[in-house]
């Protein structure tokens, strides 16, 4: 049974960081992607960054490049989001998900896999 669990979320003042983990149990192919989209309340679901081909690419929202950096570990088991210069806007539910037909794509509908997410507030 294929499981992801994150951790990581809290509330932060504008300007702070987090950093998101993920936990990935019973999948053993990650290659195509490991990814974390976000939603905020009446939004639709964002892709935020994708790191995939075992970790040698990743592609980023426009939004937080440069302020966001994704990362896996070594057994491609747990991915990691490391948000710094947090804004008001950044606030939402923060899911993992991973599993895709698709290499490296930022599409909700592309991923198999999915977190019960996180949940960032940023106040200014």
Known sequence: QVQLVESGGGSVQAGGSLKLSCAVFGLT?????????????????????????????????????????????????????????LKPEDTGMYYCAADSRVPGTLMPDAYNYWGQGTQVTVSS
């Open 29 to 85: 192919y990650t290659w195509n992607g490991m990814v974390w989209f976000r939603q905020a309340p009446g939004k639709e679901r964002e892709g935020v960054a994708v790191i995939y081909y075992g970790g040698s690419s990743a592609a980023y929202a426009d939004s937080v490049k440069g302020r966001f950096t994704i990362s896996q570990d070594n057994g491609e088991t747990s991915v990691y989001l490391q948000m710094n210069d």
